[in-house]
């Protein structure tokens, strides 16, 4: 063995583990997503594409629906550098509008239908989107409809549940639990989705560039007020093909063309964007579109529809895991599972696997890394309590939390830190925070986790306070500052304690101004409900006498968390 060779061993050990015919030097190819989707609609034409209640399409279909969209939306000035905003559940508009406006030049800026009023106004004006689209339902529709005019907002398209055809009751039915149809103002403001469905000879450009950014991903990082990853068509192109080198080499016989991929998970998370929208429709997979996580639903689909992959996060899992009906359901048609967004204790997955007799695999990422990371390898080499192995081109070592320069060696927590095609150009218009986010080339993810000898990533803690729950990022500064806004409070600490159901949820300590009146957590979250997503709301609700604080004078989590951890363990 060459010097180099031994060098490369010792930075990489997790090669060794890799599951046969998988590379981590295999080439990563990049590529713009408009020539990803359109590819995938030449060579899987006939393919079904999407399986949504009373709707299906094949590839060929989809491919038109795509292209109208693009041309009408250039009609109404989507080009490049133009961004359009998704404020889209889980319905058939949303992937026609993210191709459609990719296709169109513009980038994609996602926006989670859970966002809170003040949330969602400062998506709108940070990203400088011109353009949105939604549904008409409540309160999708108004919630947006009073942003425009902040920043360069000047018109929303709205969708209805008819926009494809005439509504199948199934299709209603699904739309209907989104919330109530509401119709829709008629303002020349207020574009209908149905009319950008309408043939158009306007041209569309030619593919970006791969180096261009493709949407607008928001997250906190760690902490604070959410910022926008910057997400180029190479970023996402190379986590799709990181993900199929993996899968490949893992052998579960998942193959283009012929699989079906339950697809609940929110698309306008970075999760189910990137692992089974975009990778789906490169393979050519038919996505099994459900509005939103029902059990019930979910296990007559699998027992119906027979999905071959079903990805979750944990909460999913543990909700099938305990279902009284779950034993009765044949789980033989699914190939792979997967879980991410959260991490996955062992006394959730061993009772899925008993029940369903398929692994479980795990995965880390994040926003910023689009989001390939770790995965786990779906053979005896798993550990337990690892997320899994650095994918194919990805680069992972562990940093001192002090000194990012530094690599620790295996087994030491530091500072998990990131480095391969798949990582974001940096922050939307923060120039500080993406210098701040990067050292020599690596990302600082802000988790704490250790490599084993063997190359497995164990993720140990979060280096700041950011809340994981049921798969979505909560950041207490947040909620802090809009309890602060009750005339009661003097002081407030937020931090996560453990939740059975989420993982975790936030739970808020409380001083008192003189004179003011104890409420109950029902009120406080009533008083919170337009200010922050119902994900975000307290759980836990306890006042004290006084706050811990520093020796300088700062609120100090610290002591509560130490205080908290034995009622949690």
Known sequence: MSILDATAATRRPWEKFYPPGVDWHAPIRTQPLTRLVDQAVARFADHPFLDFPGLAWRYREFGVLIDRVARRLADLGVGPGVGVGLY???VPHFPVAFFAVLKAGGRVVNMSPLDADRELRHKVIDSEIRLAITLAADPLYPKLAAQLGA???GRIVVGTPDDFGAPDPRTSAAYARLGGALP?????????????LRPSMTALPPDPPTDEVALLQ??????GVPKAAMLTHANLSAAVEMYDLWNRGNDVGMMPGRERVMLVLPLFHIYALTTLLLRGTHNGYCLILRPRFDVDDILADIATVRPTQFSGVPTMF???????RAATVDFSSLKICNTGGAPLPAELREPFERLSGRMLAEGWGMTETAPAGANSPVNASRRPGATGLPLPGVDIEIRDLDDPARRLPAGEKGEICVRGKNVMKGYWKQPEATSEAFHDGFLRTGDIGYLDT????????????MILSGGYNVYPRMIEEAIYEHPGVLEVIVIGIADDYRGQSAKAFV????????????????FLADKLGRHELPTVLEF?????????????????MEEERPRQS
């Open 511 to 526: 001083t008192l101004r003189a004179g003011a009146a104890p409420f109950s957590l029902e009120t406080l979250r009533g």
């Open 544 to 560: 004290r006498d006084a706050l811990p604080k520093t020796a300088v004078g700062k609120l100090s989590k610290k002591i509560l």
């Open 454 to 465: 063997d190359g497995f990533l164990f993720l140990v803690d979060r280096k700041k306070d």
């Open 184 to 196: 829709i103002v008629d303002d020349p403001r207020h574009v209908r989705f149905a009319d950008l």
């Open 218 to 223: 928001y997250t906190g990082g760690t902490t």
């Open 151 to 153: 920043g360069g907002l």
């Open 318 to 324: 543990r909700a099938i895991a305990n279902h009284p």
């Open 88 to 90: 889209l559940p889980n």
